[in-house]
């Protein structure tokens, strides 16, 4: 599924939730939402390309972050996968 990027169009009146702008998996064709979920507020979606799910990249980075390492050597050429 895409994600879409969305970001309130008064961010005066957001909440937490909106005030900045937030990402969410939606199915092409899902409607667009023009209201924040939690508050109302009125929101636009940003004009970027849906993106495919995350990124490898950036699950790797979330990975080294939370101070994993993606690969444990077990010995013997063998790995496992840690998250
Ligand atoms: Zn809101």
């Given at each position: 599924m895409p994600i879409y990027e969305y970001e309130a169009k008064d961010k005066r009146k957001s909440c937490a939730y909106c005030v900045n702008s937030f990402e969410l998996l939606q199915n092409i064709s899902d409607d667009r939402l023009k209201?924040?979920?939690?508050?109302?507020n009125q929101i636009i979606k940003l004009i970027s390309a849906p993106r495919l799910g995350l990124s490898v990249s950036s699950l790797d980075d979330r990975a080294k972050a939370a101070g994993f390492q993606k690969l444990k050597r077990l010995g013997k050429g063998e790995y496992e996968k840690q998250y």
């Open positions: 209201q924040c979920p939690h508050c109302g």
